[in-house]
């Protein structure tokens, strides 16, 4: 076996409450590489095209890299892939925190959930200690409640506990599964998780995970970790909120909708002000060196106790998107997300797009259940981030994400801005045009991370123009690729520079944990994966015009350094087409036979 991994995956029937432990195959690692390569090979394997995501028959697959838990900085992260209940396709997730380090430590490498439990339960892995516990009576608990509970109950050294909120378990689509204040956020894994009536696993390991050079990884860890700190500083003072002032500043915030890329209070919802007024202290992941996490304290007026660590992307879509300037409620909602296990993203997406409608007079207060759902009201936000938790009044519609409102009030499609049903990220395309085909051909809706991130090098390159789609298809499909292995290899993107990981991969530490020569091979490793989920989503039912971009995407931008700004259809239609030739993919966007023999994903 290849080190770096334990040759084990743990397979949970939750119907009859009992596991197997599987062998994990060499090949898939050879192929696959780890985390995100491994969880696509799995779901290929194992859940048919025309599943239903929230059938007994849809699975859990939650793997690890060969880097996750090791001596290697920042060595946190591990994946998720499951049917998503918000696009009804293919999803893919990655979280940071101490559970995929431990569950190495624990002697597994992966864990498959299958089927449903008759009743609420949740698991605890202890080493090779693993029990099945009721939890009835955790059933609509928030997040923090249930982990501080099910901690005290069972007497383990500091575990890691994975769990869902109320949102997962009445239905919403876009539900979180919660990890050690991260999340797997994106496209309702919780809600997935909450349909087989699994609130959480509480888990510890505590053994050594075997590599190859364990010498040098000592040797180099101390020197890595103190470049990573170097050149991090900026993450550790400011964490990801520094970019709101950045995108702000190049009129790509999106705003009330996306009817903006210029926040006129970007400045009272930015890290200065975070910094200034409610930072608490730094929080990390797993062996991280940057603790990149900036806990914040709400310390006095009406949402005086909250307690949260925001994200970039939180800010920009519960803030600016929602046209919410008051920092304070933006850190309740976010906390308000995170307790009831709602993906952020969706949720600020949902809301602005009902403040339009509800601002243009397409939804009522009736409709609103007397909510005045005005951009900038904060008061709205909190109130309906609750209703769509609950999936009361107005938030029974929202809670069954973009797609479902677009069927239910037609009008609507014109101002929802999604792609394959998920709401865009908080970066608007019209002042990054790289960004429209990145989440135009993301395998999992429109995402800035699996999607390929052109934001750095299109605002810090002198050669991208950032108003062309010229070029940027190769540029996409190599960033794809890129974080392909970057996701399969357990490591966190903010150290993926300074241990070499990058479009020209230089090896530091991936033999020295794996024994094996992957250098040469990562980025077609990553090239592989990328070409595998599409042949997953395509089998899906995914085409060509399911990569087609939003309409306010063709609607200029009215003001700031974007102005007049928009993405033509010609034009990006131009630069689809190129992308599908460079991938080897046919006009409709299926990866051709000779393209998946040749990477040797059939």
């Known amino acids: ?247 702000n500043t190049a009129g790509c915030l999106p705003t009330r909708n996306f009817q903006s890329g210029v926040f006129e209070y970007a400045d009272q919802i930015d890290a200065d002000m975070m910094n200034a007024n409610y930072f608490s202290r730094n929080k990390g992941c797993f062996s991280c060196p940057i603790a990149c996490e900036q806990n914040c304290k709400v310390k006095e007026g009406k949402y005086k106790g909250t307690e949260v660590d925001p994200e970039f992307e939180t800010v920009g879509l519960l803030g600016a998107n929602c046209g919410i300037s008051d920092f304070a409620a933006v850190l309740k909602a976010n906390e308000l997300c995170d307790e009831y296990s709602l993906d952020t993203m969706s949720t600020g997406g949902v809301i602005a797009l009902a403040m339009e409608l509800y601002e243009r007079g397409i939804l009522s207060k009736e409709d609103t259940g007397d909510i005045e759902l005005e951009f900038g009201n904060d008061e709205a936000l909190i109130e309906t981030i609750h209703k769509i938790a609950r999936r009361t009044g107005i938030g029974e519609l929202l809670g069954k994400g973009i797609k479902e409102i677009i069927k239910e009030i037609p009008e609507a499609e014109k101002y929802a801005v999604h792609v394959k049903g998920l709401p865009v990220s908080a970066y608007d395309p019209r002042g990054l045009f790289g960004m429209s085909l990145t989440y135009g051909t993301s395998v999992r809706g429109a995402c800035h991370n699996v999607g390929g991130y052109t934001v750095s090098t299109e605002l810090g390159s002198d050669e991208y123009d950032r108003f062309t789609l010229k070029g ?54 990553g090239e592989r994966i990328y070409n595998l989920e599409r042949h997953i989503i395509t089998n899906e039912g995914v085409t060509k015009e399911d990569d087609s971009l939003p309409a306010r995407m063709q609607e200029p931008l009215p003001e700031g350094s974007t102005e007049g700004k928009a993405i033509s259809k010609a034009d990006y239609d131009k630069a689809l087409e190129e992308y599908y030739q460079i991938r080897g993919w046919d006009d409709n966007g299926r990866p051709s036979q000779e393209t998946l023999q040749q990477l040797e994903v059939i």
Request: glycine letters at 8%; one cysteine or more.
């Open 1 to 247: 076996m290849i080190k770096g991994f334990n040759g084990k995956i743990l397979k949970v029937n939750l119907a009859e409450k009992n596991y197997e432990i599987e062998k994990l195959p060499e090949d898939y690692i050879k192929k696959y590489l780890g985390a995100r390569g491994l969880a696509a090979r799995y779901y290929h394997d194992l859940i048919a095209p025309e599943v239903d995501p929230l059938s007994s028959d849809n699975k859990l697959i939650f793997m690890t890299g060969p880097l996750t838990g090791t001596r290697v900085p920042a060595s946190t992260k591990f994946s998720c892939s499951t049917k998503s209940p918000e696009t009804g396709q293919y999803l893919c997730s990655n979280s940071g925190g101490f559970f995929g380090p431990f569950l190495k430590k624990a002697g597994l490498d992966g864990i498959i959930l299958e089927n449903a439990a008759e009743s609420p339960v949740y698991l605890k892995i202890n080493d090779d200690e693993i029990t099945f516990h009721e939890a009835e009576d955790h059933w609509g608990e928030m997040v923090r409640t249930f982990e501080s509970k099910v901690k005290e109950k069972h007497s383990m050294s500091n575990p890691s506990v994975m769990a869902v909120g109320p949102a997962a378990e009445n239905g919403v689509v876009f539900s979180s599964i919660q990890v050690d204040g991260r999340s797997f956020g994106r496209a309702g894994a919780g809600t997935v998780m909450a349909s087989k009536n699994l609130k959480g696993i509480i888990l510890k390991g505590t053994g050594d995970i075997p590599v190859a050079n364990p010498d040098k990884l000592k040797e180099k860890f101390k020197h890595l970790s103190q470049k990573a700190l170097e050149s991090k500083k900026n993450m550790r003072e400011y964490g990801t909120v520094q970019n709101v002032a950045l995108i």
């Open 472 to 525: 940027k298809a190769e540029l996409v499909k190599d960033k794809q690729d890129v974080r392909a292995f970057l996701d399969s290899s357990g490591l966190c993107t903010q150290v993926r520079r300074v241990l070499g990981f990058t479009i020209e991969p230089s090896e530091v530490v991936l033999q020295d944990v794996t024994g094996h020569d992957f250098t040469s091979k990562l980025l077609e490793i």
